[in-house]
C-alpha cells in the first residue's frame, strides 16, 4: 500500500495513560515504530507534545474514547494536524489486543491513510455545545424534580396534578408554598387559584383535602428551593447562548420557522453542527451523522437491518423531539409524512423519518441560504391527484354512496399570462 504519510503518530487514550506510537523514516527509507506511555496531566501531555515535535511528527490519530480524548486534542490542535476516528472503523485482529499494539495499529492506519476522521467543530462551537448540553441536562433535571413535587403530594393524598397541567404554575407554587406554611384548609388553598384555574374551585377543593404531614413539608421545601436554584442557572446559560450566537441571529431565526422546532431547540441545533455545514458533503452524510439516517447492511444481494447507528445522541434527541411536536401538527408536511409512513411501518420509524426530514430541511436552508416553507399538509395528495380521487372514490362506494365522476375544466392561464 502507498504511504501518505512518512511522519505520524497514533494514540490510544485512557482515562490515566496515553500510549503513543510514532513512526519515522530511517536513513535507509524504512519505517521506525517508536513506542512511549504517558500519562494524561497537563505536564504529561505537554511532554508527549514535544516528544512528537522531536521527531517532525505531522499528522496524529486518536481514537474517541469517551471524554479523555478532548483535554489532549485541546492542547494539540494549535501544533500538529488530529484526526478523530470512531473506535468502530479500526478494530484491532482478535487476539492481538494490548495498548501498545492498538497505538501501533492506529499509526499503521493512518500512514496508509486508511482512516476516517470524526467531525470535531472548532473551539467556539464546542465551548457553545458545551452549554447547551448543560442547560438540556439541567431542564432534564427540573423535570425530574417536578416529579418528585408530584410524588410527595400524592403521598400526602393531594390530587393537585389531577386539576391543574402545571403543578408548579402560578397557583400550584402559591398553594404548596402555602402548604409548608401549615395552612390545610382546602378552600384557602383553592382560593389561591388565578386566571382560568379558578372556574375549577370545586375540583381543587377535593383535590387539596389531603394529610400533609411534617415530612412532607420539610421535602417539599428541599424540593422547591432545588427547583428555584435550577432556574436561576438555566437563565444564566440562556443569556450566556444568546450572546454567543448573536452573529447568527438570521439561522436562528429560520430553524426556528421549520415547524416542531422552538427557539431553544434551535440554539441547540446549532450548537452541533454549526452554519459552515462544509464538512458534511451532502445532506444525506449529515443525517448519518446524526444517527437519524437508515442505516446499510446488505449481503448476497439481501438487505438485512436498516437499524439507524448512535450519531451524535443530543442531536438525535433533539430532532425526534422536535419530530414528535412537528406529527402532532394539523397542518405540516411533517405530520402528513409521520402519519403517511407510520400507517404501514409503525409510528417508531414515522418519527425517525421526520427527524430525517427535518435536519435535511435545516441543510438546505443553511447551505443555499433561504427561508422555510412548509409545503402543507395536503402535499402527498397533490403529487397524484387522480390516485387520491380514485382512493376517496372507493371508500365512498363502501359506504354503499355511488359516486359519478366529472372532471373539472382548468383555467387557461395561457390567455391571463398573455393579458
Known amino acids: 500500500m502507498d504511504i501518505l504519510h512518512t511522519r505520524c503518530a497514533g494514540l490510544d487514550v485512557h482515562k490515566k495513560t496515553v500510549v503513543a506510537c510514532r513512526i519515522t523514516p530511517s536513513s535507509q527509507g524504512e519505517n521506525v515504530m517508536q513506542t512511549r506511555t504517558f500519562g494524561t496531566m497537563t505536564n ?23 471524554v479523555y480524548w478532548k483535554p489532549i486534542w485541546n492542547l494539540m490542535e494549535s501544533t500538529f494536524h488530529l484526526m478523530l476516528v470512531n473506535p468502530q472503523h479500526m478494530k484491532q485482529v482478535p487476539g492481538r489486543k494490548t495498548d501498545v499494539k492498538d497505538a501501533q495499529w492506529i499509526a499503521t492506519l493512518l500512514q496508509h491513510g486508511l482512516l476516517r476522521a470524526s467531525f470535531v467543530p472548532p473551539a ?24 418528585r413535587v408530584q410524588k410527595i403530594l400524592e403521598d400526602a393524598n393531594i390530587k393537585l396534578a389531577s386539576v391543574a397541567s402545571d403543578v408548579l404554575g402560578v397557583s400550584g407554587r402559591a398553594m404548596i ?94 450548537s452541533e453542527i454549526g452554519t459552515d455545514l462544509s464538512s458534511f458533503p451532502s445532506a444525506q452524510h449529515l443525517c448519518a451523522w446524526a444517527g437519524v439516517a437508515p442505516g446499510n447492511n446488505e449481503s448476497a444481494g439481501k438487505r438485512f437491518s436498516g437499524r439507524t447507528r448512535r450519531g451524535n445522541q443530543t442531536l438525535r434527541t433533539g430532532l425526534v423531539q422536535a419530530a414528535q411536536a412537528a406529527a402532532r401538527s394539523k397542518t405540516s408536511y411533517f405530520s402528513a409524512l409521520y402519519h403517511r409512513i407510520a400507517a404501514h411501518r409503525g409510528k417508531g420509524r414515522a418519527i425517525i423519518a421526520v ?13 443555499r441560504d433561504s427561508d422555510y416553507e412548509d409545503l402543507g399538509h395536503d402535499y402527498f395528495e397533490k403529487l397524484n391527484p387522480k390516485r387520491t380521487a380514485n382512493r376517496l372514490i372507493k371508500r365512498l362506494e363502501g359506504l354503499g354512496y355511488t359516486i359519478t365522476k366529472t372532471e373539472q375544466p382548468q383555467p387557461d392561464l395561457s390567455q391571463a399570462i398573455a393579458a
Open 124 to 147: 467556539p462551537q464546542r465551548a457553545l455545545r458545551e452549554i447547551t448540553r448543560t442547560r438540556s441536562t439541567l431542564i432534564r433535571q427540573r423535570a425530574e424534580m417536578i416529579n
Open 177 to 270: 408554598e402555602a402548604m409548608i406554611a401549615g395552612e390545610s384548609d382546602p378552600a384557602v388553598l383553592a382560593d389561591l387559584a388565578v386566571r382560568r384555574l379558578r372556574s375549577k374551585q370545586e375540583a381543587l377543593e377535593q383535590a387539596l383535602f389531603g394529610n400533609v404531614q411534617a415530612h412532607h413539608r420539610v421535602i417539599l421545601t428541599q424540593f422547591l428551593a432545588v427547583i428555584d436554584a435550577l432556574d436561576a442557572s438555566i437563565t444564566v446559560l440562556d443569556t450566556e447562548i444568546e450572546q454567543a450566537l448573536a452573529p447568527f441571529t438570521q439561522a436562528v431565526q429560520r430553524l426556528d420557522m421549520i415547524t416542531g422546532i422552538g427557539l431553544a431547540t434551535a440554539q441547540m441545533i446549532l
Open 355 to 367: 427527524a430525517h426530514a427535518i435536519l435535511k430541511t435545516i441543510y438546505y436552508l443553511l447551505t
Open 44 to 66: 504529561d501531555i505537554l511532554a508527549l507534545a514535544q516528544w512528537l515535535q522531536e521527531a517532525q511528527i505531522t499528522e496524529v490519530a486518536m481514537e474517541s474514547t469517551s
